[in-house]
């Protein structure tokens, strides 16, 4: 059974940062891509980063590039999100999915974790 399990949020300062990570089991994670993505109230869940199988192939949404940082450890199968300069507008639930380009196409999602910034 596939279980995503997403954590590190909290409530912070605008210009602070948090690292995110979700924690995958019940697949092969070294061979899926991930993504992160998130939902603010009101809003439809949006694309903010994925990352290859391997780690080589990274891309991210205009909103958060330069300020978020994704990766994995195949060996820990955990994906990370490091996130810096943190804005307002990046108060969201983040939550962690296997992709497809930038599609999620994992079955289920995960409880989220709760990003707040607070100008």
């Known amino acids: 059974q596939v279980q995503l399990v997403e954590s590190g949020g909290g409530l912070v300062q605008a210009g602070e940062s948090l690292r995110l990570s979700c924690a995958a089991s019940g697949f092969t994670f070294s061979s899926a891509a991930m993504g992160w993505f998130r939902q603010a109230p009101g809003k439809e869940r949006e694309f903010v980063a994925r990352?290859?199988?391997?780690?080589?192939?990274?891309y991210y949404a205009d909103s958060v590039k330069g300020r978020f940082t994704i990766s994995r450890d195949n060996a820990k199968n955990t994906v990370y999100l490091e996130m810096n300069s943190l804005k307002p507008e990046d108060t969201a639930v983040y939550y962690c999915n296997t992709v497809l380009g930038i599609t999620p196409v994992g079955g289920s999602w995960g409880q989220g974790t709760q990003v707040t910034v607070s100008s």
């Open positions: 990352i290859s199988k391997s780690g080589g192939s990274i």
